[in-house]
């Protein structure tokens, strides 16, 4: 007598590594890692990933999220264990939203592929924790990339999350390519909250070459940051706590115009 | 000859334990809480947390979260290897800012605390990752409790953020002495964003009891939410991707105001 085992579906894992400290990246993600065939994703995050010692390293360029996508989807159906990765939380500004957007518009056959988001550590809860506890309060997260979007609605999401006293987070802030752009947002910020707001650059977190610099938003320099520096734009309920040593702590009160705890 | 080992100076750990599945606590986590001397937090989360078998567990009440900031700095100051313990991250609608709030309003002495943030997957990262990428674009994290703030500020936040594009999260959406709040808040959403913008109820991720429905904003039940969901709502650009067996997915585009890939 024989037994016929139906193949399992094909399966595509899309796994976010964590700011960089290898004790920041999950077990579910190190247990997606362990079993895959192919890594596919942005050359540094591709490096960076612990994995078995057979597995295919596929690094690519960024800027390429969409291909890279297709490329991982067809690597998939045609059997092989891929895993596809990004830096911190890959719904994050990664490569999640690629995926789909990718199956979206592919062919039908890809929407049987078993995909499975393994969320992570993003790189705003990991610049938040070293900071002290800035996201206290209600927050949003936005790109400042305009490669994906008008620069006009990029300064109107700015205006609207200050004005409606939302701590902003900024990812991709500066580029070789865009050297001007977070000036200009400091600009369109400036002219809805006070000056005396705080704003954290937060280089690195995690990473050997980790580093933090506290401005307020009057004197904020757009020249200490790169591609790789998370930029935290406080509301008026944001404060620092100096400290007779060390770093002060930042954090956002969660109360909202009502009196602070007289303890 | 006789030396002199310098004390260490008081030391407090802030965790996030993730949302709830054991494979999701990060490794720094669980590293701190393998040390802990005693465990403080919200009784769940307490019972949740795997420490040595030694430890203190003080399980408290919800919404005493300055009494419990304020527990953990004194046993810290009296030399305990204390850990304040939240769900998810504990930036993000969690412990951090009380500790801070309690130490910004305390004694000096709390200042020479060390007290470090470990950060976790966040509820909306782990629901998102769930349904596939809705944070694809910018986003705004949202708590719709009242408690701290006032009705009309949560409604201005939701109308800007809804106005300006944002996908929204909704953290503590509904609860038994303010069981009309999300229905109020879905009628600020409705006067804004068109019926058609996919909603997404995400509870207990993570967890044995999860449960994922989908929506669009015109039909969107409140009754069907409880404390332990996290609510999403879309953009324009969040679709659903249908499949022929399973869940669809829910994704947002990562472009705006431009045409979509035509691949």
Chains 1, 2 share one sequence.
Request: a neutral charge.
């Amino acid at each position: 007598m024989t037994q016929t085992i139906p193949p399992s579906p094909p399966c595509l894992f899309i796994v976010g590594l964590g700011p960089g400290a290898p004790d920041q990246v999950t077990p579910q993600a190190r247990a997606a890692l362990a079993q895959a065939t192919d890594l596919i994703g942005y050359g540094p995050y591709v490096a960076r990933a612990v994995a078995g010692p057979d597995v295919v390293r596929h690094a690519t360029d960024n800027r390429v999220e969409l291909e890279r996508a297709r490329h991982a989807l067809e690597l998939a159906l045609a059997g092989r264990r891929v895993v596809v990765v990004s830096g911190g939380d890959a719904g994050v500004f990664g490569m999640a939203s690629a995926v789909f957007e990718a199956i979206d518009h592919g062919p039908e056959a890809w929407r049987d592929i078993d995909v499975q988001v393994i969320p992570g550590v993003s790189a705003v809860l990991a610049a938040a924790a070293r900071l002290g506890a800035p996201l206290g309060g209600d927050f949003c997260v936005m790109s400042l990339s305009d490669n994906l979007k008008p620069r006009a609605v990029v300064h109107e999401r700015l205006r609207a999350a200050a004005q409606a006293g939302f701590v902003i987070a900024l990812y991709n802030p500066r580029s070789k390519a865009r050297p001007g752009q977070l000036a200009e947002a400091f600009e369109v910020l400036r002219a809805v909250l006070p000056g005396t707001v705080p704003v954290a650059f937060a280089r690195a977190i995690g990473r050997p070459d980790e580093r933090v610099i506290l401005h307020d938003l009057a004197h904020a320099d757009p020249e200490q940051v790169d591609m790789s520096t998370l930029v935290l734009i406080g509301c008026e309920r944001t404060h620092l706590i100096p400290r007779p040593q060390g770093q002060p702590w930042l954090y956002t009160s969660r109360r909202v115009d009502l009196p602070v705890d007289p303890a």
